[in-house]
Every structure is written in C-alpha cells, then in structure tokens.
T-cell receptor, first 120, second 118 residues
C-alpha cells in the first residue's frame, strides 16, 4: 500500500514571500501521479498542481511549482509571492497509474495536510 | 474544470435513522465516483470506489452494509449511511471522473456534506 507523509502540520509565511511545503511518499510502483490540493475553510478541494511520475520536468502553475525527486520519493510544493488567499490546508496526494486494476487503486491517498498561514 | 455537485451540504439526523447523500456530475459523464471521509482537522480517507452499473469496491475497514453506495447512472452516485450513530458524524466528500482518455484523467470534487448524528 502507498503512504503519503506531510511532516509539517503548520507553516507560516509573510505575504509576498516564498514558502515550501514538504511531502514524501512510499510506493513500489514505477508509474503514478502526484497532486497538491488546497482546501480552504469552505472545505472545497481545489487541485493546485499535478505531476506525472514519468515526466522528469517539474510541473509549474503560475506561482505554484513542485520539486519532484523520484528517487528520493519527494514532492514538495513551492508557493511564490504568497497571497492572503493562499491560506488553507494543503494536501499532498498519490494516485496509482494502474487505472484498471480495480479496488482503490485509482482513488487518491492523501497526506495529513499542512495548514498554511499567511501573515499580512 | 468540470462541476460536481453534492447534496445536501449539511444534515443533522437522529441516531438510528438513515441519511442519503447525493453526488452529481453536472456537465460530464462520471464513469467512476469516489467517496471519502474526513474527520475534523484530519486527512481525507477513501471509503469506496464505484463504477457506473457495478457494485462499489470498499476499502478495508469500511462496512459495506452500513455505507450503501449506488451508482446507477452516469451522472449520479448516492451514499446512504444506514442506522447512523454519533461516531458516523463526519465530513463526506465525493469525487467524480469521466471516461479514461489516455492515462491522465482528473477527478473533480464535490463540495462535501457535513453529517451530524445526534
């Protein structure tokens, strides 16, 4: 079974500065997907960024970028120019690429989350 | 992204009664739907996966007779919590995914349902 670990229960950053959220995972699979989701107080899950394991290039989405280290099984999220609206819980998630294997293989396995606080 | 609507947003029910939560994909056909549970200040835990027209597949430790999942159409899945007890109080979130195209099809989340059993 896969596991996802977020070792930072809470992080705080000054507005306009950069913050990095850590995530490590454990899997025996070679092909999979990694995600960062944002959950604001409304509790709606919002996809922030996605990385395919077979791609060496790190994914970027505007102010959000990842540092994907496959050998180290590490997948950190960097938020540049932090904004007040970035304040939320951030969850790292793993999904197997074995789409047709049944069971929960293509559901998401989440880390425990990091609460991000933005200081004005 | 596509829209997934979950209803109700919150519900309070008496212990021993059953409550149904609906998850609808509004602008796409959801061949697969997932149900998650989130306890306060905790992560989301996958409860079950359902494919349209098939029986749901439950994760280890999830009672299939207590959490009944129906996915009878390509736009609707329901989760029924039967004989609810206070320990079933939680936040339930569904996500829906369309037909797999290539190897990378995203699942979209509903807004969640807060269930309180009194």
């Amino acid at each position: 079974a896969q596991t996802v670990t977020q070792s930072q229960p809470e992080m705080s950053v000054q507005e306009a500065e950069t913050v990095t959220l850590s995530c490590t995972y454990d899997t025996s699979e070679s092909d999979y997907y990694l995600f960062w989701y944002k959950q604001p107080p409304s509790r709606q899950m919002i996809l922030v960024i996605r990385q395919e394991a077979y791609k060496q290039q790190n994914a970027t989405e505007n102010r959000f970028s990842v540092n994907f280290q496959k050998a180290a099984k590490s997948f950190s999220l960097k938020i540049s120019d932090s904004q007040l609206g970035d304040a939320a819980m951030y969850f790292c998630a793993y999904r197997s690429a074995l789409m047709y294997s049944g069971g929960g293989a293509d559901g998401l396995t989440f880390g425990k989350g990091t609460h991000l606080i933005i200081q004005p | 992204g596509a829209v997934v609507s979950q209803h109700p947003s919150w519900v309070i029910c008496k212990s021993g009664t059953s409550v149904k939560i609906e998850c609808r994909s509004l602008d796409f056909q959801a061949t697969t739907m997932f149900w998650y549970r989130q306890f306060p200040k905790q992560s989301l835990m996958l409860m079950a996966t359902s494919n349209e027209g098939s029986k749901a597949t439950y994760e280890q430790g999830v009672e299939k007779d207590k959490f009944l999942i129906n996915h009878a159409s390509l736009t609707l899945s329901t989760l029924t919590v039967t004989s609810a007890h206070p320990e079933d109080s939680s936040f339930y979130i569904c996500s829906a995914r369309g037909p797999v195209v290539g190897v990378n099809t995203e699942a979209f989340f509903g807004q969640g349902t807060r269930l309180t059993v009194v």
